[in-house]
């Protein structure tokens, strides 16, 4: 079960720099040079007809630091009509007035596609997160790539990525329509050279740079969190007065190199250069 130490180091936005020194303080230990170690686990498709215990793991009882206004809860993880909802909702759990949802994977990921197809709600002060990671818990260096929808304004997600803990390629990419009135097509494909994110089959950013590419496997999260310290970034916080969702219909990791396994999916097309306008 991760630690109350590895959620305060897991992550951090760039518009919660405050937050980076603390951070840096903790990832700063010796451990070896970011080499790389991308082994993958197999490749899947859950489009959420059960839940699979196997796969995934429920946050639950603990928060990530002081910056998070809301605790885990497993009873804000739910399963219905094959999707699966998280929630946030005004609860006091331990010292938290709040209390909120989050799933990750048991298993880590590496070079492939990843891709989620979820719907958002509303409401400024809070983040509902598509992401894979991996840190100190795990003896590895903080590795991060990131679709985050900062509900304040569902017009729009930003992608980023964090590589040994610090903030890389952030960028706010449209989501026509919105995030809140249907459900959109979240993915990214990460590749040993590049690393790219796409919206609705639409590519929003592309990253080249080594020094800017995650080398380490990682796990897979959603999560819904709220804040009433990052203000600069995630909007002033005020209880919503009801509870709010996130919603996931399907998530699916490819590994480079292996069959799509949906007719949607990024896979299908994107090695040979489908969807890459």
């Known amino acids: 079960?991760?630690?109350?130490?590895q959620a305060a180091l897991r992550r951090f936005c760039s518009a919660g720099a405050l937050l980076l020194a603390v951070a840096?303080?903790?990832?700063?230990?010796?451990?070896?040079?970011?080499?790389?170690?991308?082994?993958?686990?197999?490749?899947?498709v859950d489009d959420f007809t059960s839940f699979d215990h196997s796969r995934w793991y429920v946050s639950d009882g603990w928060s990530n630091g002081p910056h998070q206004n809301c605790t885990w809860s497993k009873s804000l993880v739910e399963l219905s009509d094959g999707v699966l909802t998280l929630g946030f909702e005004k609860r006091q759990v331990k010292d938290r007035e709040f209390a909120?949802?989050?799933?990750?994977?048991?298993?880590?990921?590496?070079?492939?596609?990843?891709?989620?197809?979820?719907k958002t709600d509303t409401g400024s002060g809070l983040n509902a997160a598509f992401f894979s990671y991996i840190g100190p818990a795990d003896k590895q260096p903080w590795d991060e790539i990131d679709?985050?929808?900062?509900?304040?304004?569902?017009?729009?997600?930003?992608?980023?990525?964090?590589?040994s803990?610090?903030?890389?390629?952030?960028?706010?990419?449209?989501?026509?329509?919105?995030?809140?009135?249907?459900?959109?097509?979240?993915?990214?494909?990460?590749?040993?050279?590049?690393?790219?994110?796409?919206?609705?089959?639409?590519?929003?950013?592309?990253?080249?740079?080594?020094?800017?590419?995650?080398?380490?496997?990682?796990?897979?999260?959603?999560?819904?969190?709220?804040?009433?310290?990052?203000?600069?970034?995630?909007g002033p916080f005020s209880d919503p007065g009801r509870k709010v969702t996130m919603?996931?219909?399907?998530?699916?990791?490819?590994?480079?190199?292996?069959?799509?396994?949906?007719?949607?999916?990024?896979?299908?097309?994107?090695?040979?250069?489908?969807?890459?306008n």
């Not at 007719?263 to 994107?270: D, F, N, P, R, T």
């Open 165 to 234: 803990g610090k903030p890389k390629n952030e960028k706010l990419a449209d989501v026509e329509g919105g995030t809140d009135k249907g459900f959109n097509d979240y993915g990214f494909v990460w590749e040993k050279e590049r690393l790219r994110f796409y919206v609705n089959g639409k590519l929003v950013q592309e990253v080249t740079n080594p020094a800017e590419l995650p080398t380490h496997s990682q796990k897979i999260f959603f999560s819904l969190w709220g804040s009433e310290k990052l203000t600069n970034w995630m």
């Open 1 to 5: 079960m991760p630690s109350q130490r």
């Open 247 to 276: 919603q996931v219909e399907r998530v699916a990791f490819t590994a480079l190199g292996e069959p799509c396994q949906f007719k949607e999916s990024l896979a299908c097309g994107i090695n040979s250069g489908a969807n890459s």
């Open 100 to 118: 909120c949802g989050e799933v990750q994977t048991k298993k880590r990921y590496g070079y492939g596609t990843y891709e989620a197809r979820m």
């Open 24 to 44: 840096a303080s903790l990832v700063a230990a010796p451990h070896p040079s970011h080499a790389q170690d991308v082994q993958s686990a197999p490749s899947f």
């Open 147 to 163: 679709f985050e929808v900062l509900t304040k304004d569902t017009s729009k997600v930003q992608v980023n990525t964090y590589i």
